[in-house]
């Protein structure tokens, strides 16, 4: 059964057998795909190089259907359809039969020879004008419909106003937008206004309306999307924010497309598939033997392409088709235009993008709407459930700098089936000492090594849960869980396997204040949306319990524009936190202290990588957090002094809490405040002897005068060094 109609099935059942046309109210001429742009995501493959090119003949066979049946609005497109021959002939002789006549033009076409009228003409007969400006920015423009296109478009706009369009009661001018790559369209009000304030700041323009289309994955954005290995990223993107509310406003409900030949269609997509209308007889229809009654009640001719005008807020050629928030779609404040076409960012919509930093008090680099969201699960699922089938695909070494784990976790991983390591990935080590009877959650487990690994020490007391969102990892790692057990020695299974997003742990019914640990091995960086990631950790950690997590992080903030491509994204790079934004992230949620334990710079060792990268350094680095109200945002000297007992199974002679605090057995150390509250206030207080109390406060603790490298590389090390 054709997927898009089994998605209007499950969500009501009369649309069980089909999705059926209205009375057409627009009839959109499509007049051939010759054109004087070549733009990436044209879906009727449109350039100078079309053969397409409506006659005269079916000009007048559309203008004869006019002048018998009502049709309220006629929409003339192309190529670019000013360069038909026949085009003046069509406009002027269609004026007074419709009571809207609309041109969609790219602009440019204004400067090409013998177009220099087209201004005039347009105003002379009251066109409504739909011409392309898929961003503000010169570079985005350019990228999607040619070099030179965005400053010739800014020309055409001005000249448009000066002859009366936006500016002069019924000469309306509207713009559309449509993303660069495989993204949704932001809230097409809020993305309105940043065109309108920016557009008029720099260059004078006005226009009256914005509408934001979604891009068809067929024809030459197809080919594109596919030589990329993004077609499925953006299908399940589409598919993941299927609004059911905006079908009842599909334009193919009310819409009749007519190509260059006279054939008729549901919509212009179809047109460039080649699905024309057909009656009983498998003839394909045209205006001259069908009347707009008669197309009532006709079946409309549905496909996988179908999820495009059905995602997020909706799309039709007359823009989006919900004006509120369409649920599970796009949130409503984010519009941000990124560099590469539209990644939403809830933080801000500064309209600036393309490779621009975030503001000092805007540190969440990644936006939270679900579109965005969306797209960026997709491909990780892709990347880790299609692409990747073994280590040996991975294209860096970002996730794959520990193959085992060190001492006495070596001996464990031993005893791990073989296909749950080949197919694991990671950067660290995230699993910390004492955890016998402990209740763990594994944020990403991926196929379950970890988590395995953890399950085995915490016992048959203890409980693991693994999340993950990828259904060809979880398969591996449910697979052999039994096998798993029985090697352990275990009589019942201590661990089970999730399938969801780690942003939200409540959908998965993870109850809070119900963990003791919460690790995490190279995953977080993969999450769209960093900041929900660790308010679920906060809400699901008991207090005292401990966040150790082990991730890449970076030096510097990742210009957006990286996070498009799809190996730096996928192999944990492109979406890595500048380590001083992840410091206020987690300020922000209340955890004021955190602890580096281990640190490694990541080598690329792939020139192709390196220069994409830039001057960007990047860390793997293993870090650990408690959730504790006693915590300050400074490590301030009370006159404490801890002595480790030698008592931790495994840790007889030392015990590191992070890189700066190594505790050798029975021997005292100086420690601030917060390390006094981590040492005495977790599942480690038993084991340590504190002397001294918060009684006589002494000024803010040393570390850092005492510690010159402190700060090595620019790195934060957290509240205490």
């Not at 966040?547 to 498009?564: A, C, M, N, Q, T």
Request: one cysteine or more; proline letters at 4%; glycine letters at 10%.
């Amino acid at each position: 059964m054709n997927t898009f109609l089994e998605y209007l099935q499950k969500q009501n059942g009369k649309y069980k057998n089909s999705l059926r046309r209205g009375r057409p109210t627009l009839l959109q001429v499509n007049m051939g795909n010759f054109c004087n742009q070549s733009c990436t995501h044209c879906h009727i493959e449109a350039s100078p190089q079309g053969k397409n090119i409506m006659s005269k003949k079916i000009v007048d066979h559309i203008l004869k259907f006019l002048s018998r049946y009502k049709i309220e609005s006629l929409d003339i497109t192309g190529g670019a359809a000013e360069l038909n021959p026949h085009f003046d002939y069509f406009v002027t002789s269609i004026r007074g039969l419709v009571d809207e006549l609309i041109v969609r033009s790219n602009l440019t076409v204004i400067f090409e020879p013998g177009k220099a009228h087209l201004p005039a003409f347009f105003k002379q007969n009251r066109v409504r004008l739909i011409c392309s400006l898929p961003c503000y920015r010169k570079e985005n423009v350019d990228e999607q419909r040619g070099k030179g296109v965005f400053e010739k478009s800014i020309k055409a706009l001005q000249l448009l106003n000066n002859a009366g369009f936006a500016r002069e009661e019924g000469l309306r001018l509207d713009l559309v937008y449509n993303p660069l790559n495989e993204n949704l369209p932001p809230q097409a009000e809020r993305l309105e206004h940043d065109y309108k304030q920016i557009l008029k700041a720099r260059y004078g323009i006005d226009f009256n309306h914005l509408l934001t289309i979604t891009n068809v994955p067929i024809a030459r954005f197809k080919n594109s999307l596919e030589s990329q290995v993004k077609y499925g990223f953006y299908i399940g993107l589409l598919k993941e924010n299927f609004n059911f509310t905006v079908v009842d406003n599909l334009m193919c409900r009310s819409f009749l497309s007519v190509g260059f030949d006279g054939k008729l269609y549901d919509c212009d997509f179809n047109l460039a598939l080649g699905w024309a209308l057909k009656d009983e007889f498998g003839n394909s229809l045209s205006l001259d033997t069908i009347s707009p009654a008669e197309l009532e009640g006709k079946e409309i001719a549905l496909g996988e392409h179908c999820f495009a005008c059905t995602a997020g807020y909706g799309s039709s050629c007359q823009g989006a088709l919900a004006e509120a928030k369409a649920p599970g779609s796009l949130n409503g404040d984010s519009h941000k235009p990124e560099g590469n076409g539209g990644q939403p960012n809830s933080r801000s919509h500064k309209p600036e993008g393309n490779g621009g930093q975030p503001n000092s008090r805007s540190h969440k680099p990644e936006g939270n709407g679900a579109a965005s969201d969306s797209r960026s699960h997709n491909l990780v699922k892709e990347y880790y459930g299609k692409i990747l089938k073994t280590k040996n695909d991975l294209k860096t070494n970002a996730c794959c700098l520990t193959d085992s784990l060190p001492g006495n976790l070596g001996k464990i991983t031993a005893m791990i089936h073989p296909q749950i390591k080949d197919k694991f990935y990671g950067c660290g080590s995230p699993i910390p000492p004492l955890l016998e009877g402990c209740r763990v959650l594994d944020l990403g487990c991926g196929t379950g090594r970890d988590a395995y690994v953890a399950s085995y020490l915490v016992g048959e007391r203890g409980f693991v849960i693994g999340v993950d969102m990828t259904d060809e990892q979880l398969e591996i790692a449910q697979k052999h869980s039994q096998w798993q057990m029985e090697k352990f020695g275990f009589s019942k299974r201590n661990v089970e396997f999730k399938k969801g997003y780690i942003e939200n742990l409540k959908k998965l019914g993870i109850e809070d204040n119900s963990i003791d640990l919460v690790i995490s091995n190279c995953v977080i960086n993969l999450s769209p949306d960093k900041e929900s990631v660790f308010r679920e950790i906060l809400r699901v950690l008991k207090p005292g319990g401990e966040l150790y997590f082990s991730d890449v992080f970076s030096g510097r903030r990742i210009p957006e524009h990286l996070k498009d491509e799809a190996v730096l994204y996928g192999e944990c790079l492109a979406g890595a936190l500048y380590i001083e934004d992840f410091r206020r992230l987690l300020r922000e949620l209340g955890c004021l202290d955190y602890r580096v334990v281990s640190k490694k710079k990541i080598s690329l060792d792939q020139p192709e990588m390196e220069k994409k990268a830039g001057m960007i350094d990047f860390y793997s680095m293993t870090v650990r957090a408690f959730k504790l109200d006693t915590l300050e945002d400074i490590c301030e000297d009370y006159g404490q002094a801890a002595a480790y007992s030698g008592t931790i199974p495994g840790h007889s002679r030392q015990f590191i809490l992070d890189d700066r605090h190594i505790f050798k057995t029975n021997k005292p150390m100086l420690v601030c405040g917060n390390t006094a509250s981590i040492l005495l206030e977790t599942r480690y207080g038993s084991h340590f002897k504190l002397t001294g109390d918060r009684s006589i406060h002494y000024g803010p603790f040393g570390c850092l005068s005492a510690n010159p490298q402190a700060k090595e590389n620019g790195l934060s090390k957290g509240a205490c060094c």
